[in-house]
């Protein structure tokens, strides 16, 4: 019984905490909206844009109390996928001298520019390229077997960063 006291007492307190570590003022801010974003980088898999876009929607409607709206949200997010790179970080030289070197390891590259507009607190738009990259081993896998799942963790880290970037208080 001693125990439901303290626990009582806390819950009357007028701190507001929030799990997700969010700055928004949910009694201004109830809504946001995502355009779509274009796939501007010349790369990548056909569906990546759409792909992008519905997993931003998803993060911010599983760790905000926002409504997601069509548009004119209270927040407001828009942009490209600007680079889609896979390049060559490691060489493995060849022991014979007939054959070329190659790579030891790839890295897929995504950098996506997020114009992010806050229509209650003005001072808080902004509009910053957030950029993630994932190795993988070309002498065992191919990128059409890793493609998805890389540009997944990707976006996953990236739509990360624009979080902590817009609404966490961190």
Do not use: H
Request: some cysteine; glycine content about 4%.
């Amino acid at each position: 019984m001693t125990l439901l006291i303290p626990v009582f007492l806390l819950q009357g307190c007028a701190i507001n905490y929030s799990f997700t570590g969010t700055n928004i003022n949910y009694e201004l801010t109830k809504t946001f909206s995502v355009e779509n974003f274009f796939n501007d980088s010349g790369g990548g898999p056909a569906n990546m844009e759409q792909l992008f876009t519905e997993s931003l929607k998803e993060f911010y409607q599983r760790n905000t109390q926002l409504e997601l709206v069509r548009n004119n949200g209270d927040i407001q997010f828009l942009g490209a996928i600007k680079r889609y790179a896979i390049t060559p970080q490691a060489t493995v030289t060849s022991t014979d001298p007939n054959l070329p070197d190659r790579a030891g390891q790839m890295r897929l590259t995504i950098s996506i520019e997020v114009e992010y507009l806050n229509t209650v607190n003005e001072e808080e738009n902004l509009k910053r390229t957030f950029s993630f990259f994932k190795d993988y081993d070309p002498r065992t896998t191919s990128i059409l077997q890793v493609e998805s799942q890389l540009i997944e963790e990707i976006f996953q880290n990236i739509i990360q960063d624009i979080f902590t970037a817009t609404v966490a208080n961190w």
